[in-house]
């Protein structure tokens, strides 16, 4: 089984912390989405069906009308075999939202959401350049809840400026709703942002990491306490509602990914990437020619992406996957990087499996580093 991700690059306005590939002119918007559906024909023999996720994301995936969804989904049970039960999200902003839209997606097949709320809070909101006030978000995600019963919601926590309480306070906001999921990712200044500037240039001061980690692990026991499953680090959901597209990227199942800028992985060791370049990107396509780059991961690579990706999940890293998989130079390899921090308890074992401890969650990447074959 696989995924199959579509990337639409475009977006009403750019969000100052975002690197992602976007492009707030919409003036080729229908072309591109023409020759995004042209790819898939071209590349749909390199998915292993059945597929099992169907995401739609971005961008701002939610600029596109219900209708083009629909015709999207349509074309995807022609060209492959889906599942029954395949899990088909889009991502949508709040101001994109409306009781008409939602319905038309349901009709179109789509049976889940993922709302980009990001915070409740105006301040955070204007700091962020998001589209949407607080007045919009809670209006969104009121509908949201009436018209879907699985679905998500995004936060950002360790903003400018922010404190414990406001955090919390965001936090109460949303489990009001008792939505099904929640993914909340930490604010990070990526090069070549407008955030990035405004910090260099002071105009912004970041709160503490001390605080951000505060903030992190009031949220994981927050979530916990209201029967929410911290499955991965940056995703929290119900029983029964964890994300098939999260899970299967994380324990590295193959995905085709459609649109510029967007990855493929087959599941071994071949990686693909579509140029970030929309114009670059329709011309190829257009042209019948490939729009990517691809590399072979070597033996080391896929071990070390194992353990960064495998430690960020609930079910941990398996000794016996790394023997049988990646030979036994590396489980012994493992095991003597592994023991170094068993006795500060940032790692335990779980029978076969290698976890990080609930107290060392923040520090979930550097860890894996630490354990990475070099």
């Known amino acids: ?45 390199e998915l292993n069906s059945p597929i099992e996720s169907i995401y739609f994301g971005g961008g701002s995936p939610s600029l596109l009308n219900s209708g083009a969804i629909e015709n999207a989904i349509g074309l995807i049970h022609s060209l492959v075999e889906v599942t029954s039960n395949v899990e088909v999200t889009l991502e949508v902003n709040p101001d994109d939202v409306s009781s008409e839209y939602l319905k038309g997606l349901k009709t179109a097949g789509v049976n889940r959401l993922s709302l980009g709320v990001q915070s409740f809070l105006d301040r955070d909101l204007a700091l962020m350049n998001r589209a949407h ?6 209006k969104a995600l009121e509908l949201v809840s009436t018209h879907f019963n699985n679905y998500s919601l995004d936060l950002i926590y360790g903003m400018p400026y922010s404190t414990l309480t406001e955090w919390e306070q965001n936090l109460n906001t949303a489990m009001a709703f008792n939505p099904p999921h929640l993914s909340s990712y930490a604010l990070t200044v990526e090069p070549k942002t407008a955030l ?23 949220m994981i026991q927050k979530l916990e306490d209201l029967g929410y499953v911290n499955y991965e680090f940056s995703n929290f959901g119900k029983p029964s509602f964890f994300s098939v597209n999260h899970q299967n990227y994380w324990t590295g199942k193959p995905y085709l ?4 800028a967007a990855h493929s992985y087959d599941g071994k060791s071949i990686r693909k990437w579509n140029v970030s370049n929309n114009q670059l990107y329709l011309k190829a396509i257009e042209g019948g020619k490939p729009a990517l780059k691809q590399e072979e991961l070597t033996v080391k690579d896929r071990y070390n992406e194992y353990l960064m990706t495998g430690l960020r999940t609930i079910e941990g890293i398996s000794l016996e996957f790394v023997k049988s998989t990646f030979g036994l130079r590396y489980a012994m390899y493992l095991e003597e990087q592994a023991a170094r921090h068993l006795e500060g308890q940032h790692f335990y074992w779980d ?24």
């Open 1 to 45: 089984m696989s995924n199959l991700y579509f990337h639409y690059p475009f977006c009403k306005q750019a969000c100052h912390y975002c690197n992602f590939h976007f492009s707030t002119s919409l003036k080729n918007k229908d072309s591109l989405w023409e020759a995004m559906k042209k790819e898939l024909k071209q590349r749909s023999d």
């Open 133 to 138: 006030n607080s007045k919009d978000a809670l």
């Open 196 to 218: 990035y500037h405004q910090v260099q240039k002071a105009e912004v001061l970041l709160i503490p990491e001390e605080a951000v980690q505060e903030q992190y692990q009031l």
């Open 257 to 260: 990914g459609i649109g510029p």
């Open 351 to 374: 029978g076969d499996h290698l976890k990080i401890s609930k107290s060392a969650k923040f520090l979930t990447d550097g860890l894996a580093a630490d354990l990475f074959m070099v």
